[in-house]
């Protein structure tokens, strides 16, 4: 987990140091996550980019 609000998902490959990288991240308990539970409008994914950096 990255934060409360963000979830890091990595990739099934082998990058080098990656999950070494993550592992003192808090692991999210459960089955299966999948983006159609929660569906995001287009102001409220400018918003999370705006808020993490990512826009101006």
């Not at 990058?15 to 983006?35: F, N």
């Amino acid at each position: 987990m990255f934060d409360e609000d963000y979830l890091v998902i990595l990739p099934t490959v082998e990058i080098p140091g990656l999950k070494e990288w993550y592992a003192s991240c808090a692991k999210v308990k459960g089955d299966e996550y999948s983006s159609a539970h929660s569906l995001m409008n287009k102001d409220e994914i400018r918003a999370m980019l705006e808020k993490g950096g990512f826009l101006l």
